[in-house]
């Protein structure tokens, strides 16, 4: 994790999440939603095919846009791995900010994970997304 100078955390000096805690949370939150889903979209939705996508389009969306802009400020993944999602300011992300980051994501990957790997030189270790929301993500550690 790099340290940062100044911090919009008065009382702690401000700490991005690494590239690795943050694929590590995203990792953990496949487990968490995706194997829920999985089964239920195999037991359940497995003949319709419409429904299985629509499905697990609004749950992915829901569970990332509410947990991020609700009180913990972050999925249980990064709530794991110690990190949070913050706006600009080191506030709470608004819904809409929430659900334009996790909708941000798709541009992030489909241009070859470009978005995503753009926090490896971004001064602030912000992906694509996270710069189409106004959302830093940090640790909440320290």
Do not use: C
Request: proline share 3%; glycine share 10%.
């Amino acid at each position: 994790m790099e340290l940062v100078e100044e911090s919009i955390f008065p009382d702690r000096p401000l700490v991005y999440a690494s590239f690795w805690s943050r694929f590590g949370a995203y990792i953990l939150d496949i487990f968490i939603v995706g194997i829920p889903l999985g089964i239920l979209n195999y037991t359940v939705f497995a003949s319709h095919g419409l429904i299985y996508y629509v499905v697990n389009f609004s749950a992915s969306w829901l569970y990332a846009a509410l947990l991020e802009s609700g009180p913990g400020m972050a999925t249980l993944g990064k709530r794991a791995l110690g990190i949070k999602v913050t706006n600009m300011e080191g506030n709470q992300l608004t819904f809409g900010q929430a659900t334009g980051r996790h909708f941000g994501k798709y541009i992030s990957g489909i241009i070859l994970l470009i978005g995503y790997f753009m926090m490896l030189w971004d001064e602030r270790s912000q992906t694509l997304h996270d710069k189409m929301a106004g959302a830093l993500v940090v640790s909440s550690d320290r």
